[in-house]
């Protein structure tokens, strides 16, 4: 069991990053923690796709001598394109949030939705 942990333990801590982001996107009610928890999520997500890109033994993709197996690049290609999107998507989430705090005083979910809901006559709509 010891030497299967210390084999996957990459996947693990994979696991685990993503429960911390799942938990705080589900459970807080401050907008500032949902998006860092989505931060965390999409980090896990890198992660896992770089841990499953490395091939035992293998080498730069650069043809040279002695070389038997190499790194496929194509998933560290596509984790530096998602990397790009996910800061320009915490960018717009941030900015949402601010716009959302200037208009309602605050970030928490909860005293939004009271704030909304005085405003419509009691009644919010899902």
Not at 13 to 38: D, H, P, R, S, T
Request: glycine residues 6%; hydrophobic residues 50%.
């Amino acid at each position: 069991m010891i030497d299967f942990i210390a084999a996957k333990y990459n996947y693990l801590i994979c696991v685990c990053l993503m429960m911390i982001g799942f938990y705080a996107v589900i459970a807080k009610q401050n907008l500032m923690k949902k998006i860092i928890g989505l931060s965390i999520f999409q980090t896990s997500v890198f992660l896992f796709y770089i841990s499953m890109a490395k091939v035992t033994d293998g080498t730069a993709p650069i043809v040279w001598e002695g070389a038997v197996r190499y790194d496929n690049p194509l998933p560290h290609v596509l984790i530096l394109t998602a990397i790009v999107v996910s800061v320009s998507t915490t960018a717009v989430a941030i900015a949402l949030m601010i716009n959302i705090y200037k208009a309602y005083g605050t970030i928490e979910d909860s005293k939004i939705r009271e704030i909304e809901a005085g405003e419509s006559g009691g009644s919010v709509s899902r």
